[in-house]
T-cell receptor, first 118, second 115 residues
């Protein structure tokens, strides 16, 4: 089946630094990818929709200057957490939409990236 | 706005027990409904889905029926195994327009199955 990878799987950084997380679709082209954030023992919250070749669409309450999204190709989207602070520590998950054949659209999720900001 | 509510966990069962995890939703229009599973240390995987009223999604012995009259999509399995231990998420997606593909998740239910 389709696979979505994320890199890195885990990152620890100092407060004030920026962290880039990559999301790749490995065997299909994804014009649309999604970025979610998951707090411990809570659900996934959609942060933004990443569209290849255009600006990302952010959900209400998500700072676009804080969480920079770039969808440079049909297989890669990146999320950069700028000037990270301890409250940004979380589990970040991406998903990629495979349009499929015959309208059988499916979303595949990456394994997630654990960010810890000290 | 759209929302999904799942029964609170954690749920602890013995092997071969019957499982039900309740899920209800609030949405305008006709959403598609999903159950995702997250095994320890792994990403979310689609377990099953239903795209219209009265559809039944099934996979790996799990079933859920799209009930529009009760706005529900309860997950069931007749006999759980230890390997079913995971976190289960109910979700909905709206087709069309700018909402296409965006998933709204419930809070997740932790299932632990003991031998």
């Amino acid at each position: 089946g389709a696979v979505v990878s994320q890199h890195p799987s885990r990152v620890i950084c100092k407060s004030g630094t920026s962290v880039k997380i990559e999301c790749r679709s490995l065997d299909f082209q994804a014009t649309t990818m999604f970025w979610y954030r998951q707090f411990p023992k809570q659900s996934l919250m959609l942060m933004a929709t990443s569209n290849e070749g255009s600006k990302a669409t952010y959900e209400q309450g998500v700072e676009k200057d804080k969480f920079l999204i770039n969808h440079a190709s049909l297989t890669l989207s990146t999320l950069t957490v700028t000037s990270a602070h301890p409250e940004d520590s979380s589990f970040y998950i991406c998903s990629a939409r495979d349009p499929g054949a015959g309208g059988k659209e499916t979303q595949y999720f990456g394994p997630g990236t654990r960010l810890l900001v000290l | 706005g759209d929302s999904v509510t799942q029964m609170e966990g954690p749920v602890t069962l013995s092997e071969e027990a019957f499982l039900t995890i309740n899920c209800t939703y609030t949405a305008t229009g006709y959403p598609s409904l999903f159950w995702y599973v997250q095994y320890p240390g792994e990403g979310l995987q689609l377990l099953l889905k239903a795209t219209k009223a009265d559809d039944k999604g099934s996979n790996k012995g799990f079933e859920a029926t799209y009930r529009k009259e009760t706005t529900s999509f309860h997950l069931e399995k007749g006999s759980v195994q230890v390997s079913d231990s995971a976190v289960y998420f109910c979700a909905l997606s709206k087709a069309g327009g700018t909402s296409y593909g965006k998933l709204t998740f419930g809070q997740g239910t932790i299932l632990t199955v003991h031998p």
